[in-house]
């Protein structure tokens, strides 16, 4: 008889390293600490108050969010790579709507050639839309413009809602000539030479689209707070009030016209490079091989530990890892050229997968081994299928944690844990009681709990109230991207986190109500158009 191998060392062992990926209650309590530091704090590195630091937290110059009650009919398009989208999307005014859209390959030449190829052919597939699907616009008022939001996902330095300067090319486009100018009106002057009723009314980012998405079809009648994205890569964009981005009142500050009259603003925080100094993110051997080996060496350190583009990888490091130490995979002949020997060739849906498989033989983890990872399922034994398991679990619910750090944070420094109903006086011995007393006599401050007592509230009368009881205590986010909608559990381990700060607590996580909002950078795109039409004091036609 063959002698039986003793898996329980390599077990141990991918236990060990999944250790290594734990994100605690502390460490969480950490991060947001740190990230509310950057947001609101005064400081030299405050995004909020200052240019050109990690997070950069960008003025977007939309000023209000949809409520769902909005009508009419907007454009949006959308040149994210290497494909162009145009889209018209009518708004019913009850939180619904419908969408129309066509999409058409960029030529490759046209992606290295001049500003006038490039954005006469993106005007000419705009005009086949709307003599398509709005020829009626065509015979109206010429004031009737249709309004269109611009998605443009390459670097721009922002000046207006409908105003961005092209920083640089990138996902293969070299046209030197756009560099430098305003996207908008390059795209706006190749219509009207069309003769198109048509009006780029603001620039977008597909962020602070998924919070208008949302916003416009989330129930009842509280405002989105929160876009974020949880897909390739990661970023949010949120509602600020104006008074504390002082760096657009700076002396200095080049900031275009705004509408002022809200008293708030959408705040593009880029957090993909929270914390590039690793203060407090975590720091394993795995995730600094793969910042070593990424384009971006000490760039976008938050990103690199959370979003679909870079789990994969570190499963990969990991497994790797494992095989070194532990002898995983010993009895398996894997080919040199296998994805698992390939940096950046195993995606993170081969996470998902092995995170869902309950299988009691672990089948479908060892079929996705070998088809992703170029491991033969036939010599893989089941317990060093449940090894990689553990690794995957541990990188998915620490991708999770970390994410409930920049929401907190935003949840806190908005004020809206203000809104949560009074929590309860905290308990006291009769011991700790006496200590917060002398503790209140020395440094003049109210005990522990004091400030909890609730007061009475200011009572108005039925109709000047804009929001139920309900709405109040809702603090509404939209989410999108791959791993947040599809990684088994996701937002169970996120809402565990958020549960462990302080600030938050149970009742404050039960207030936070997350809402998938597809489409940003179409749909979204259409209703910052609008935003920005309303702000220009435009009519729009109905679209009944």
């Given at each position: ?506 009742e404050g996580e039960e207030r936070i109500r997350m809402g998938v909002a597809k489409d940003g950078s179409g749909v979204g795109a259409a209703l910052i158009a609008l935003v920005a039409a309303k702000a220009a004091g435009v009519q729009i036609p109905s679209s009944d």
């Amino acid at each position: 008889m063959a002698p039986t191998t003793d898996y329980a060392p390599m077990i141990a062992k991918a236990e060990a390293i999944a250790k290594e990926f734990d994100f605690s209650a502390e460490d969480v309590r950490k991060g947001v600490k740190e990230f509310l530091r950057l947001m609101v704090l005064t400081a030299p590195d405050v995004g909020l108050q200052n240019d050109g630091k990690a997070m950069t937290m960008i003025p977007t110059y939309v000023t209000g969010v949809p409520n769902g009650t909005e009508k009419g009919v907007y454009l949006a398009v959308d040149l994210g790579g290497t494909n162009f989208r145009v889209c018209s999307v009518s708004l019913s005014g009850d939180t619904k709507f419908t969408l129309t859209q066509s999409k058409v390959a960029i030529p490759r030449d046209m992606m290295v050639s001049d500003s006038h190829t490039l954005f006469s052919f993106l005007a000419k597939e705009v005009e086949k839309f709307v003599k398509t699907h709005h020829a009626d616009h065509f015979e109206e008022d010429i004031s009737h413009k249709l309004q269109l939001g611009f998605t443009f996902s390459f670097p721009v330095d922002q000046r207006a809602v409908n105003k961005g300067y092209l920083i640089r090319w990138t996902k293969g486009f070299d046209i030197k000539d756009a560099v430098g100018k305003d996207v908008c009106e390059l795209l706006q002057k190749e219509i009207d030479a069309l003769g198109l009723p048509v009006k780029v009314a603001a620039l977008v980012n597909d962020t602070v689209g998924t919070l208008m998405a949302r916003s416009y079809t989330s129930p009842g009648s509280t405002g989105t707070l929160l876009g974020a994205i949880f897909g390739t890569g990661t970023n949010g964009a949120y509602v600020e009030k104006l008074s504390k981005i002082t760096k657009m009142t700076k002396p200095d500050a080049q900031v275009g016209e705004y509408d002022k009259s809200t008293g708030e603003m959408v705040v593009n925080t880029e957090w993909g490079s929270f914390d590039n100094a690793l203060k407090v993110l975590p720091d394993t051997i795995y995730d600094q091989q793969l910042d070593a080996n990424s384009v971006n060496p000490g760039i976008q350190m938050f990103e690199k530990r959370i979003s679909g583009m870079f789990l994969g990888e570190i499963l990969r490091n990991a497994i790797l890892g494992l095989k070194k130490d532990a002898g995983l995979l010993n009895a398996s002949t894997i080919a040199e050229d296998a994805p698992l020997y390939t940096p950046w060739s195993v995606d993170t849906s081969v996470l998902s997968f092995i995170e869902a498989d309950n299988t009691s033989d672990l089948s479908e983890s060892k079929k996705v081994l070998e088809e992703q990872l170029g491991i033969p399922a036939a010599n893989l034994h089941t317990e060093e299928a449940r090894a990689v398991k553990i690794l995957v679990h541990a990188i998915g619910k620490r991708s999770a944690r970390l994410s409930a750090v920049p929401i907190a944070a935003i949840v806190i420094a908005t004020g809206k844990v203000d809104n949560l109903r009074p929590k309860p006086v905290k308990r006291m011995s009769i011991v700790e009681q006496g200590l917060e007393a002398i503790k209140s006599a020395l440094t003049g401050k109210l005990p522990a709990g004091a400030a909890d007592i609730p007061t009475a509230p200011t009572v108005k009368g039925d109709k000047e109230k804009a929001q139920t009881e309900e709405d109040l205590e809702v603090i509404d986010i939209g989410v999108d991207g791959s791993v947040v909608e599809h990684y088994p559990g996701f937002e169970k381990f996120v809402r565990e986190a958020l549960r462990e700060v302080h600030e938050l607590g149970v009742e404050g996580e039960e207030r936070i109500r997350m809402g998938v909002a597809k489409d940003g950078s179409g749909v979204g795109a259409a209703l910052i158009a609008l935003v920005a039409a309303k702000a220009a004091g435009v009519q729009i036609p109905s679209s009944d």
